[in-house]
């Protein structure tokens, strides 16, 4: 009975649908919730990839898709991640691509088709439904050994994700109503919306190349097992884009509704940055294999090509510390620094050194530093708790 009534008491209508669902997250919650797992989004793939002009033009396109959805008026925040893994994300105000599904795009309709669909999880609540099935789920189990009255707590311990909001996964009926919400979007501002299924192409095409060149895990723990596990399958999902598009309301294209040239012409740099990190991404791969001598020499290759990316001086010293060349191993965290002072995967490193050297408190600032820019960061965390437990403060410590 308590349930019901919370069920009943907890329903809103979706934007999308105009349907009433129960929903146990609200807007401005959503929006918090958002904010509080951005860093975890950033930070666990790359960064952001830093092209003030690159971000302009593409944050245009955005802005335009995103103030002609259902909920303009939420906040956004856009930008490209700094990984070679292929996929776009998104959370309720922040929208991100990464690097390597941009790079084999081939124009401006295509990317607008991307971000298209991931607007369309925000736009329909996906990640509010997500979490509202998490609740219930706890509810059911604490119902189940103590009073509902207690029940108040797990609505917000639900609410608390953070990082973890990037582990819940849409279903394939959600994946696609936010190719439908996609294709409808992009039409409104004179895109071609058939340009939404070579989208879909291009990001198959990105994983099978990604895969190829890097031998990259496809188990359903991983960065691409995950996406390949939550995305419709290939053909199917075409053949339901079709639909939708020729379902659309009369829409109208701007030019060829493409723009490809003005497309390739923008990204010409991130292109050939992607390029330049294909033995980066080897070197990656050999690490996590202990194959610290190969993954050195796939990183001098990597820094031959482009000297000016931290991630590449930032793994070089991954693989000292995993040597105890501790003193090489923090000069390569201040070459990244160099380069880009807040870059937070080398502001732990730098702290990972300082604990092994035994200089506790420059290690405490250099952990407290890293959890500013990634509040969830797990190594920083326990290097806080290892810092003071060495220094005998146990308090903090725990």
């Known amino acids: 009975m308590a349930l019901s009534v919370l069920a009943l008491s907890a329903c809103a209508i979706n934007p999308v649908t105009g349907q009433r669902e129960l929903m146990f997250v609200s807007e401005s919650r959503e929006i918090e919730i958002g904010r509080e797992a ?10 952001e990839f830093k092209d003030p002009e690159l971000k302009k033009y593409l944050e245009d396109i955005v802005r335009r898709l995103w103030d002609n959805s259902e909920r303009p008026h939420l906040p956004l925040t856009f930008y490209v991640q700094n990984t070679s893994v292929p996929n776009a994300f998104a959370l309720p105000g922040h929208v991100a691509i990464t690097r390597g599904l941009l790079a084999e795009l081939e124009n401006e309709a295509q990317f607008a088709a991307i971000m298209g669909h991931e607007m369309g999880h925000v736009m329909a609540r996906h990640t509010a439904k ?6 219930l789920m706890q509810i059911g189990l604490a119902a189940g050994g103590a009073a509902i009255s207690g029940s108040g707590d797990l609505f917000t311990q639900a609410g608390a994700v953070g990082g973890t909001l990037l582990l819940l996964k849409f279903s394939r009926d959600q994946e696609l109503q936010a190719d439908r919400l996609g294709a409808r979007y992009m039409s409104v501002l004179g895109y071609d919306p058939s340009e939404s299924i070579e989208a879909h192409e291009g990001l198959q095409v990105a994983v099978n190349n990604y895969i190829k060149r890097t031998g990259a895990d496809k188990r359903g723990d991983s960065p691409i097992g995950a996406l390949l596990s939550t995305h419709p399958r290939h ?6 884009i079709r639909a939708m598009i020729n379902a659309l309301p ?3 294209l701007e030019g060829d509704g493409r723009h490809r040239e003005r497309f390739l012409e923008k990204t010409r740099r991130l292109r050939r940055v992607n390029r330049d990190y294909y033995p980066y991404d080897r070197a990656e791969k050999l690490y996590s294999e202990d194959k610290l001598y190969e993954a050195g020499e796939a990183l001098t290759e990597a820094i031959g090509n482009n000297p000016g990316q931290p991630l590449f001086y930032n793994l070089l010293g991954m693989i000292k510390i995993k040597q105890e ?14 380069i880009d002072p807040e870059f937070q995967p080398s502001i732990f490193g730098r702290g990972v050194v300082f604990h092994m050297q035994e200089r506790y408190w420059q290690a405490l600032s250099e952990f407290e530093h890293s959890l500013k820019l990634y509040p969830e960061h797990l190594g920083s965390l326990y290097g806080m708790g290892a810092g003071y437990f060495e220094l005998q403060r146990y308090r903090q410590a725990v």
Do not use: C, I, N, V
């Open 38 to 47: 951005a860093p975890s989004m950033k930070w666990s793939f790359g960064g």
């Open 130 to 135: 997500r979490l509202t099935q998490a609740s």
């Open 235 to 240: 053909e199917a999902r075409k053949e339901e």
């Open 250 to 252: 009369p829409y109208w």
């Open 325 to 338: 060349r501790y003193g090489e191993a923090g000069r390569h965290f201040d070459m990244a620094l160099s």
